[in-house]
């Protein structure tokens, strides 16, 4: 009995099938067995070679499996540090830090993590998010004295509601995981009930998210390094109204963390 109940628990959470080509994706554990095709780089290879899994409870996990080999193959990398505009503030800015740029194949994660109950989707991404905040922590000043925490972007409390979880808290949950950084996710609110940024233009998506978000728990982000957590940045209005809400409270710094972004 138990076994059946684990064995339709896994089919309502693992796709049986790749999110972006539809081909079988094969017995559950084929995801981390062959590596990567010849002439990738090596950190494919090796996240192709580590078994993501989404731990359902203490002492139970399932493979993450979400996209064949070669659709993650297909994948952009971005460069490891962009800049994220200000609105309002010209020429300031914050690092923008992501894995990848936005194509068809992140799209599909994205949406199936955010609309389709797809948790299985935040072990891979967060493993890529990790590996791109290790590469931006290395460089060079790259933060200031303050200790480091993930502060994920919120969603109101309906929405969270009815989607059951937040995917941003658990992007930074699984980066918090992956690197022992702290995730706060009391620091920021979502003050008002905004529309989904996806079905609005630029101009309409900066209007939305105007005074959208405020800082709860200044106390727990005052002279550290921030980093802000979200799926995807498109326009950068959602993150850009978490960065100015969060400034006020005076963390040593802020950077934004994202899967994907779109190109310049």
């Not at 896994?10 to 062959?34: K, Q, W």
């Not at 106390?219 to 960065?243: F, H, K, N, S, Y």
């Not at 809400?245 to 710094?253: F, G, I, K, Q, T």
Request: proline fraction near 7%.
């Amino acid at each position: 009995m138990v076994r059946g109940f684990l064995s339709f628990l896994i089919d309502a959470l693992v796709p049986r099938s790749c999110l972006g080509c539809a081909r079988e994706l094969g017995p559950l554990g084929a995801f981390a067995a062959g590596g990567a095709p010849g002439g990738s780089g090596s950190r494919m290879q090796d996240f192709l070679a580590t078994p993501c899994a989404l731990d359902l409870c203490p002492g139970i996990s399932i493979p993450a499996r979400v996209l064949c080999e070669t659709c993650w193959l297909r994948l952009e990398p971005a460069r490891p540090r962009g800049l994220l505009a200000l609105p309002g503030a010209p020429g300031r800015s914050v690092p923008l830090i992501c894995p990848f740029f936005t194509n068809d194949e992140l799209l599909a994660l994205v949406r199936f993590l955010k609309f389709s109950g797809g948790r299985t989707a935040a072990p891979a991404l967060g493993w890529w998010m990790a590996r791109a905040l290790e590469d931006h922590r290395a460089a060079p000043g790259a933060f200031a004295a303050g200790k480091t925490v993930l502060v994920p972007v919120p969603l109101h409390p309906s929405r969270e509601k009815s989607r059951g979880y937040n995917q941003a808290f658990l992007l930074a949950w699984e980066v918090g995981e992956r690197l022992g950084l702290d995730v706060e996710a009391r620091v920021l609110g979502r003050i008002r009930n905004t529309k989904s940024q996806s079905t609005l233009d630029r101009e309409r998506r900066a209007f939305n998210v105007r005074e959208a978000f405020g800082t709860v728990r200044a106390d727990l982000i005052m002279g550290r390094d921030v980093i802000v957590v979200d799926d995807l940045v498109t326009t950068g209005e959602t993150a850009a109204a978490c960065v100015a809400a969060l400034e006020p409270a005076e963390p040593s710094s802020i950077a934004v963390l994202a899967a994907g972004r779109v190109r310049d």
